[in-house]
């Protein structure tokens, strides 16, 4: 399934047999020129409805249309219909969140028996599988629950976190009352202090709000705060009061005993911008059981 596909992706589309998603009446009416160019019928789509997020997808007044389009000459064959809620975590949003699902079940009932045929349907994302479970419908989407975060507050125990962000330490340094770290010399010792810089910065995806203390990390179990502010490469923690801390010693940035969801608290943001923000020069390590 492609999400939100261009117009210039179609070849490729077809050539390897992955189904787009349709979200607006443009893409249909171009996409079926390039399925009738590849001599294809009844070629798999998925169905995007805009129920009230106003991001992407077909609007009521569309449905009509839409249909005629999609039973036009036999090109189409519709895979699933789906929505996206845009606030199923919050219970004072529900009014909300149960409008769009009222508004789903109408439009994609009404486009299903205009296509005459039954077609998967889906709109749950992760707060709502748990919150919600009436609106399962056919199929759900897990999505950042299947990496063990909790968007809803509600159900963290059941869920364990898939992945860990680490890094090492590089040095150590002793520095005298007053001295200063880093960029700008922002920070300033209050007493003597043992300093480490690890290899992590903000081209690694650690946010630049982490830095003077904001953020910590973890170190031989034991939380060390951010000195200085975040470098591209490297940042500073003040290990002072951590015993035995070695150069070479492996540093936590999030994982076991420093959820992500801390370091978004931290930095006044969401697990989801912390995870996705993790840069494809830091090296990848999948485990398989």
Do not use: C
Not at 140 to 151: A, E, K, N, P, Q
């Amino acid at each position: 399934m492609v999400m939100n596909p261009e117009t210039s992706s179609f070849d490729a589309i077809l050539q390897w047999n992955l189904e787009p998603e349709l979200y607006s009446m443009h893409l249909p009416e171009m996409f079926e020129e390039s399925v009738r160019y590849a001599n294809k019928s009844n070629y798999p789509v998925h169905i995007k409805l805009d129920t009230g997020m106003h991001r992407l997808g077909f609007e009521q007044a569309d449905i009509a249309e839409l249909a005629l389009r999609l039973n036009a000459e036999g090109l189409f064959r519709v895979q699933s219909i789906f929505s996206h809620f845009a606030a199923s975590e919050d219970p004072k949003k529900d009014d909300f969140t149960n409008m769009q699902f009222d508004r789903f079940q109408k439009m994609s009932t009404a486009l299903q028996q205009q296509l005459g045929y039954p077609v998967i349907r889906h709109i749950a994302n992760s707060a709502a599988i748990h919150r919600l479970p009436h609106m399962q419908l056919d199929m759900v989407r897990l999505g950042i629950g299947m990496y063990g975060v909790d968007s809803a507050h509600s159900f963290q125990d059941k869920l364990r976190p898939v992945s860990t962000l680490k890094t090492t330490v590089a040095q150590l340094k002793r520095i005298p009352t007053g001295d200063t770290v880093g960029y700008g010399a922002t920070w300033q010792a209050k007493a003597p202090s043992l300093i480490a810089t690890v290899r992590i910065g903000y081209a690694d995806g650690y946010m630049r709000a982490l830095g003077n203390g904001k953020g910590k990390m973890l170190i031989r179990g034991k939380l060390a705060p951010v000195a200085g502010v975040i470098a591209m490469d490297m940042l500073m923690l003040d290990v002072t009061n951590i015993p035995d801390v070695a150069e070479g010693d492996e540093v936590i940035v999030f994982g076991e005993g420093l959820p992500v969801e801390d370091l978004a608290k931290w930095a006044g943001t969401i697990p989801y911008e912390i995870l996705t923000g993790i840069s494809q020069r830091v090296k990848r390590v999948y485990f398989q059981e």
